[in-house]
Structures are given as structure tokens and as C-alpha cells.
């Protein structure tokens, strides 16, 4: 059977171009949250977490546009994409952090390991809330959208992100900043579990952050989805699952 190229680059090239943002996003986040950040806001209220957090909820607006658009088929490949890169990220670096430095290198070595370095409390704690939580929103998503009807895009949007953020920030900081640190300190970035005060600040100022940023973002994936149908000339209407390219169904774009 023929195939139209143009029009199937049309449909395809989004899909790619949210995929890579949603795993440079989420690799970006993992390096980031090495670092932990306080923020005053108005003298009222002190927030405190990982550095990553803006970066990681950048991926829950790829997903829940590659949901809209392409379907939960589509969004599932883009979360195990994601957490392949993870794990190329870690041994690209674990290369690099091997590698003997040369006298003459720019930045110090003791510099490069303190940046580059992924520690064992961050990755696994972000691998395992990442899995949990990604396909908790990819499911949550379709589900508020079945029985929405295909309506209310705001409404699936928001209620699938919002939870998946909840479980993501209690599997992450619980894992990566008390439980791992105090079984396993030698693989840790911090060498004892942060206190339970400090943990609960960082909880609730992290999903603070979250949850603000997923009520802003519905705007952003409104217009997301808009352009990317607008470039592809068009709702799927089932083409690409007939070409046997990312499904075997049908799926209609709502907005």
C-alpha cells in the first residue's frame, strides 16, 4: 500500500519533537535536583525542594498533549522512551566520570564529579516515582476523558497532572531524602535522612510549585494541542493506525 510521506512526516514530526522535549526535560531534571532551593515568597511563606521541579513538570505537558493528540498508545511509548533515556543518561556520564582528565582541562576534576555526578539516592528515587507517576497521568488522563465524553480538555488536564505530581512528589522526596540516605548513605548525595520538618517543608513547598505550575500550564497545552493539529492538517481520524505506524485504533481528537 502506498503511503503519503509528506503528509505522515506532518503527523509524525510532533509526536518526535514532544518526545524529545519530554526527555530532555526529564533528563535535565535528574542533574538538577542535585541542588536543593529556598525561595521567600513575601516573608509569608518559605519554599524549599529540588531545582528540577520546574523541568520535571514540563514532562506532564508533553504527556497529556501526546494523550490529546495521538492517544494512551502513543503516550505509554513516550514514557518508556523517557525512561530509557534516564538510563543513557546514566551510563553516558558514568563513561564520562571515568574517563582519566587531562592536566590541562579546564574545569577541575573534584568541580566535574560535584556537578556531573548522579547519585544513587536521586536516580533511583526518580526512576521509580517517574514510572508511578507518568503512567498514573497517562491512565488518569484517559480515564477523566472517557467519561468526560472527550470533553473538557482543562478538566482531564488538570486532574490527571495534579495527582500524578502529588504521587510523584511523595515517592521522590521520600525515597531520594530519608529512606535511601538511611539504608543506603555510601550511594547517597546527602549522608543522613534530611529531618522530618525539613522533609514535610520540602513536600509541600515542591507541590506547591507543582500544583501551580499545572494550573498554568493548561493555557500552554490548549495552544500545544491547537498547533499541532493545526500543523497536521487535521484530527488522525485512524490514518496512522491504518499505516500500522503507533496503533491499531482508532483515535478522534476533542477539544
Known amino acids: 500500500m502506498a503511503v503519503d510521506e509528506e503528509g505522515l512526516g506532518r503527523r509524525v514530526w510532533p509526536l518526535i519533537l514532544l518526545s524529545a522535549v519530554f526527555a530532555v526535560a526529564l533528563v535535565t531534571a535528574n542533574f538538577l535536583s542535585v541542588k536543593l532551593f529556598q525561595l521567600e515568597v513575601l516573608g509569608l511563606l518559605t519554599l524549599a525542594g529540588p531545582a528540577g521541579v520546574v523541568a520535571y513538570s514540563v514532562t506532564f505537558i508533553a504527556t497529556d498533549v501526546v494523550s490529546e493528540v495521538y492517544g494512551r498508545r502513543a503516550a505509554a511509548m513516550v514514557v518508556k522512551a523517557g525512561f530509557a533515556a534516564q538510563i543513557v543518561a546514566v551510563l553516558l556520564t558514568a563513561v564520562a566520570l571515568a574517563s582519566p582528565a587531562a592536566p590541562f582541562t579546564p574545569v577541575p576534576e573534584e568541580e566535574y564529579r560535584k556537578v556531573l555526578t548522579i547519585w544513587g539516592n536521586i536516580i533511583i528515587a526518580s526512576l521509580i516515582a517517574y514510572l508511578v507517576s507518568q503512567y498514573h497521568d497517562v491512565w488518569a488522563f484517559h480515564l477523566w476523558r472517557r467519561l468526560t465524553g472527550g470533553r473538557w480538555l482543562w478538566l482531564r488536564n488538570n486532574l490527571s497532572t495534579t495527582v500524578s505530581q502529588l504521587i510523584d512528589?511523595?515517592?521522590?522526596?521520600?525515597?531520594?531524602?530519608?529512606?535511601?540516605?538511611?539504608?543506603?548513605?555510601?550511594?547517597?548525595?546527602?549522608?543522613?535522612?534530611?529531618?522530618?520538618?525539613?522533609?514535610?517543608?520540602?513536600?509541600?513547598?515542591?507541590?506547591?510549585?507543582?500544583?501551580?505550575?499545572?494550573?498554568?500550564?493548561?493555557?500552554?497545552?490548549?495552544?500545544?494541542?491547537?498547533?499541532?493539529?493545526?500543523?497536521?492538517?487535521?484530527?488522525?481520524?485512524?490514518?496512522?493506525?491504518?499505516?500500522?505506524?503507533?496503533?491499531?485504533?482508532?483515535?478522534?481528537?476533542?477539544?
Open 169 to 255: 512528589t511523595v515517592i521522590f522526596l521520600g525515597l531520594a531524602f530519608y529512606v535511601i540516605p538511611a539504608l543506603a548513605p555510601s550511594i547517597s548525595s546527602i549522608p543522613e535522612p534530611v529531618s522530618l520538618a525539613a522533609l514535610f517543608t520540602m513536600f509541600y513547598s515542591q507541590y506547591i510549585i507543582k500544583l501551580s505550575i499545572a494550573l498554568l500550564d493548561t493555557p500552554i497545552v490548549y495552544a500545544v494541542v491547537h498547533i499541532v493539529k493545526a500543523y497536521m492538517g487535521g484530527g488522525l481520524e485512524g490514518e496512522l493506525a491504518r499505516i500500522g505506524r503507533l496503533g491499531h485504533t482508532r483515535h478522534h481528537v476533542a477539544v
